[in-house]
């Protein structure tokens, strides 16, 4: 049971922005870095962002990512085709029950 | 350049314990701040977090496996086991294994295995 919180879906039309937004609670996002990953389909998840706003080498600068507060937010400037994917936020949590790495519930973008 | 690979059952029974291992390279689960974790993602669903090893031998489980969940990892053998007691139809998912290491500003799972799809059915 994901306890952080994404919009089912987001779309957009070739070179439009889109933004997903994660929100989460004082004890994960609020004290802990924000993390994204991309899955396109049929592959494995791919590390997008780490914290909060660091992308990896060779994953493109029209990706980006933000932090405030206990939420977190994803843009995907001059969307391609090829961003046509699901994305997740995660981050670590740090509750009663010790740290643990939880994952939001997905977002499937679609391209227009 | 560092690869993950999952390999277990594709099909198991329910109640059967599950063991998977994770065979790596590019790294050493020696090396201080690297970790090892598995995540799961049942089909059409989101991903969920399983555990995690440290190279100290730390280990992290979800809380709501944790019952069920073991992780080791033989370092000569550049390999990470999970096992799963007491399997069930809902436990059907895709397994990754995933490299991590502790950064100041946290860690994270980079890269990921294949994965490797296990069905529980009798």
């Known amino acids: 049971q994901s306890v952080l919180t994404q919009p089912p879906s987001a779309s957009g039309t070739p070179g439009q922005r889109v933004t997903i937004s994660c929100s989460g609670s004082?004890?994960?996002?609020?004290?802990?870095?924000v993390n994204w990953y991309q899955q396109l389909p049929g592959t494995a998840p791919k590390l997008l962002i780490y914290?909060?706003?660091q992308r990896p080498s060779g994953v493109p600068d029209r990706f980006s990512g933000s932090k405030s507060g206990t939420s977190a937010s994803l843009a995907i400037s001059g969307l391609q085709s090829e961003d046509e994917a699901d994305y997740y936020c995660?981050?670590?949590?740090?509750?009663?029950?010790?740290?643990?790495?939880?994952f939001g519930t997905g977002t499937k973008v679609t391209v227009l | 350049q560092i690869t993950l690979k999952e390999s277990g059952p594709t099909l198991v029974k329910p109640t059967q314990t599950l063991t998977l291992t994770c065979t790596f390279s590019?790294?050493?689960?020696?090396?201080?701040?690297?970790?090892v974790g598995w995540i799961r993602q049942p089909p059409g669903k989101a991903l969920e977090w399983l555990a995690l090893?440290?190279?100290?031998?730390?280990?992290r489980y979800s809380p709501s496996l944790k019952s069920r969940l073991t992780i080791t990892k033989d370092t000569s053998k550049n390999q990470v086991v999970l096992t799963m007691t007491n399997m069930d139809p809902v436990d059907t998912a895709t397994y990754y294994c995933?490299?991590?290491?502790?950064?100041?500003?946290?860690?994270?799972?980079?890269?990921w295995g294949q994965g490797t799809l296990v069905t529980v059915s009798s």
């Open positions: 995933a490299h991590s290491r502790l950064e100041q500003t946290g860690d994270w799972f980079d890269p």
């Open positions: 590019g790294f050493s689960l020696s090396t201080s701040g690297v970790g």
């Open positions: 090893i440290y190279w100290d031998d730390d280990k």
């Open positions: 004082s004890s994960n996002i609020g004290s802990n870095t």
């Open positions: 914290s909060n706003n």
């Open positions: 995660a981050a670590w949590d740090d509750s009663l029950n010790g740290r643990v790495y939880v």
